[in-house]
């Protein structure tokens, strides 16, 4: 079994010595301790897991490390930049829209992710694009208002 | 006698640990097990309303006192930082913000200089659990009085500071103030560090809700930043040093013993260690990757009697009466319900049912257990720290002092985290392996290994006259449970009654507990009568009502959802329902669209009104309210636990269909604020509106009525 020795997760070189199958959320979690990503389901199914691989959202539960080891690895803990809270995140505290929070990470990746390319979503586009994150406190209609309010926000400063 | 009815009418307590006997008999000093527990039998006490609703395999209930002593509920530091000890958790239902602003309140301070010491047996007071929407009506008066106890000891020690009359000294922000000669001096520098050697009067005026400043307003969740940068540490993300990853070997099926087992290739792998105790096979290892490579080797024969399954569910549920009839379960009896039909223009009979649903709380179980010199630590997510803490120490056979229980905000329970499984799980393997062990169930080992919410059967008869007035009712519900079993409506003739049951798999507490199931059938034969006698559902309910409360939101519901101006077409149905629960009361008016081709059932919009005394934090109410609505559409349109002969056969996410972003309707949310009534939890009771609303609107939709909890979990047949 091929080991990886080395992943590029949030700008930042990391050392590592798994089997390349090993799963890209347990190394995260377990041998990184960069807990901010979320076992929920173990079936791609929850969302709770969702990384950024090169920019798109992968559900790291079921992704091999391997599969990640060329790619840029963002976790939620590499979005916030110079303490400055990401627009998504900053739009899921005004709203608060999250409960008990624990399918907050994989939220607010998987929203990252899609405005990255679309600041103009209408709120069906947002809960189509979202399906795949359950929350089980229910906060789905909050969380796509955080999201527009996101883009609102990001479109502002792109302007 | 008619119209006294106190609602909610609790006939038996909720009893939520039917099926369960403690999760594991270790092998290991047997002797002083059995001296300890007299044989390891399962004691469950009868306990009044609350306390009655905890489960859990032992109820650890010795009659403890909540201490009078200020020092024992807060603290406030040099700096003027204030720690406030609670043994309630947060799981989302936003207690850490509210109950800091409940000492905000009282004790003058900003919210932000609080800070809450939650779940955690070694340095919060003791407590049942959070449970039974208790919170609000219990915790939050308990920390306000020791806030306002302090503030007067605060009070008397600037008085005596200053030489002065302590009348005209007054507080705000965390300092005491003189107005006549301008002075002031901060909490913080009063006491020195000192605790305030104050006890908690029996009697001691707290701010009315008409004059709060920090309570009642919207405060953001006070920790909210720490969720949305992966600061917050959950159970499972806990980690120490050397600690090791364990995996339990699990039975082929509940109830099986272990006939035969072969560890000897789990026990070759370098750094793993195996533990065989009993029926308990499980190993540590430094990785979950190893622990479950190991596990997997192990090769394991299990022994078990044949079980029921989902098909013949509710046949076994009547066939099982156990105790019905009992002093603890004698019905409630009013008039005479033979005559009342007897008198009655129409009548109607009918069945309802409720599923096994499972709590599906999206962090699974997980604990960290680390031994240090005889003790044991523990870190897990639970409703019942002092509970798990119990069970730890009667599962060791060791004294309770030796153990600690700590519970970081954990990722959702929804009634289903009482007990301590996986608590004791780590603890068992750590204590072998000699190192902390973290265990974090699998997805499939929550939904097969936890408890369910009960299935149930539900029968009722109703008569009505035509001029819309109930003439007797008759309502008999078997296992789901008694909660919210009481009609809130003014009917002179009455039966009703709870028959438990024995249950097919291990039952417990779920949010808003059988309030769901008997809500949806009385609230869906409700709908049935109305229809006989051709009224409008809404003005049926309110001609059979006599509580102002629970008129005030039906009222209010139908208002957001202008009830009287819908407008039925084709495949669009409208319906209604609400009730009565933990000193909440609720109604939900719900739109559905029904696509009679494809069988395709959408719900439109929601509107819930909700009524829960004075208001403590609105935004947080609105999203539990909410959320709860969001949860309910589960239960009620496809949520259901299928299984066969000890197996759960539906044990994963992509079997078990949870509400998801696309289910979500419109949800318009009513607060009705009663500042002059005390606040009531709010956690649960606004998810019992929900099923019967969409049940009544498919029939108005479609004419077709679904008895059946979940009603359309393969769309609606044709």
Not at chain 2, 29 to 54: H, N, W
Not at chain 2, 123 to 146: H, I, Q, V, W, Y
Not at chain 2, 410 to 427: F, L, M, N, Q, V
Not at chain 2, 582 to 609: L, M, P
Request: aromatic share 6%; charged share 25%.
């Amino acid at each position: 079994m091929p080991r990886i020795t080395e992943l590029q997760i949030n700008e930042t070189r990391h050392s590592v010595d798994v089997d390349a199958d090993t799963s890209l959320l347990s190394v995260l979690r377990d041998h990184l301790d960069l807990t901010g990503s979320k076992y929920g389901c173990g079936e791609g199914q929850c969302g709770a897991c969702t990384v950024l691989l090169d920019g798109l959202p992968r559900r790291s539960c079921i992704t091999k490390v391997g599969a990640a080891a060329s790619k840029k690895i963002t976790t939620l803990e590499g979005l916030a930049t110079d303490g400055h809270l990401h627009p998504v995140q900053q739009a899921f505290l005004d709203v608060g829209a999250f409960q008990c929070a624990y399918c907050t990470s994989g939220m607010i990746m998987t929203a990252a992710a899609f405005l990255k390319a679309n600041l103009n979503p209408s709120a069906p586009e947002v809960a189509q694009f979202m399906e795949g994150n359950v929350c089980r406190c229910g906060t789905y209609s909050r969380i796509v208002a955080a999201v527009l309010q996101a883009a609102k926000a990001m479109k502002e400063v792109a302007r | 006698m008619s119209g006294k009815l106190p609602v909610p009418l609790v006939i038996e307590p909720e009893r939520y640990e039917f099926n369960s006997s403690p999760a594991y008999h270790f092998e290991f000093d047997r002797r002083a097990f059995l001296k300890t527990l007299g044989g390891g039998l399962l004691v469950v006490c009868v306990m009044p309303s609350a306390g009655a609703q905890e489960s859990g395999a032992r109820r650890i209930n010795r009659g403890e006192q909540l201490p009078t002593a200020v020092s024992s509920w807060l603290h406030i530091g040099e700096n003027g930082a204030v720690t406030v000890f609670t043994g309630k958790v947060e799981m989302g239902q936003n207690i850490r913000t509210s109950l800091a602003q409940a000492v905000a309140e009282e004790l003058r301070v900003a919210p932000e200089s609080i800070h809450m010491v939650m779940g955690d047996t070694d340095l919060t007071p003791f407590d049942m659990g959070t449970f039974g929407s208790r919170t609000t009506p219990t915790m939050s008066p308990e920390l306000r009085k020791a806030a306002s106890a302090a503030l007067d000891s605060l009070l008397d020690l600037a008085a005596k500071e200053w030489g002065t009359d302590r009348s005209k000294l007054s507080a705000g922000t965390g300092m005491i103030v003189d107005p006549a000669s301008r002075r002031s001096i901060e909490y913080g520098q009063l006491l020195k560090g000192k605790e305030i050697a104050q006890t908690i009067p029996a009697e001691d005026p707290l701010v009315p809700a008409t004059e709060w400043k920090v309570m009642g307003t919207s405060l953001p969740k006070v920790d909210g930043r720490d969720f949305v940068t992966g600061k917050h540490k959950f159970a499972s993300d806990v980690k120490l040093p050397g600690m090791l990853y364990g995996k339990v070997l699990r039975p082929s099926s509940f109830e099986a013993s272990l006939s035969s087992f072969d560890t000897k290739t789990a026990e070759a792998m370098k750094d793993v260690t195996v533990i065989h105790d009993g029926d308990f096979v499980g190993v540590a290892a430094p990785s979950v990757e190893m622990a479950e490579r190991a596990v997997a080797s192990i090769r394991a024969e299990w022994k078990s009697a044949p079980q029921p399954s989902s098909r013949d569910l509710f046949q076994f549920l009547k066939q099982n009466v156990e105790g019905s009839g009992g002093e603890r379960n004698s019905p409630h009896v009013e008039g005479s319900v033979e005559k009342g039909l007897a008198k009655a223009d129409q009548k109607s009979v009918q069945t309802y049912t409720v599923a096994y649903i499972a709590h599906t709380p999206l962090e699974p179980r997980a604990a960290v257990a680390e031994w240090k010199d005889g003790k044991l630590s523990v870190w897990t997510g639970t409703q019942r720290p002092f509970g798990v803490k119990g069970e730890l120490a009667a599962a060791f056979h060791i004294p309770e002092d030796h153990v600690r229980v700590q519970v970081p905000d954990t990722g959702s329970a929804y009634g289903g985290k009482h007990t301590g499984e996986c608590a004791i799980e780590a603890a068992r393997l750590a204590r072998s392996a000699g190192r902390p062990v973290k265990l974090v169930w699998t997805r499939e080992e929550e939904f097969t290994w936890a408890y369910f919410r009960p299935a149930g059967v539900i029968e009722l008869k109703g008569g009505v006259n035509k001029d819309g007035m109930i003439t007797a009712w008759e309502f008999h519900n078997y296992n789901s449970g008694g909660s919210g079993i009481g009609t809130p409506y003014d009917i002179p003739n009455q039966h009703i009654e709870f028959h438990p049951t024995k249950s097919p798999l291990r039952q417990g507490s779920y949010r808003g507990l059988a309030a769901t199931a008997n809500h949806f059938a009385r609230e869906s034969h409700m709908d049935e009568l109305a229809s006989l006698v051709k009224i409008d559902p809404l003005e049926f309910r309110l001609k059979n009502l006599k509580d102002d409360r629970l008129k005030a939101v039906f009222q209010a519901a139908a208002e957001k959802f202008r009830w009287a101006e819908r407008k039925n077409s084709p495949g669009h149905g409208f319906g209604i329902a609400g009730g009565i629960e933990k000193g909440g009361y609720v109604a939900t008016c719900a739109e559905v669209s029904v696509d009679r081709s494809s069988g395709e059932v959408h719900i439109v919009r929601v509107a819930t009104a909700f009524e829960c005394g004075a208001v403590v934090n609105p935004d947080g109410l609105r999203n539990q309210i909410e959320g709860a609505n969001v949860m309910g559409i589960g239960g009620a349109l496809f949520e259901a636990i299928e299984f066969d002969n000890g197996r759960i056969l539906n044990a994963k996410l992509s079997k078990y269909r949870v509400p998801r972003f696309s289910d979500v309707p419109t949800i318009d949310v009513v607060l009705v604020d009663r500042k002059d009534l005390p606040s009531a939890g709010a956690g649960e009771t606004p998810l019992v509106g929900l099923a019967p609303a969409v049940g009544n609107a498919i029939f108005n939709a479609s004419g077709v009525r679904l008895r059946s909890l979940p009603m359309a979990p393969n769309g609606l047949k044709a």
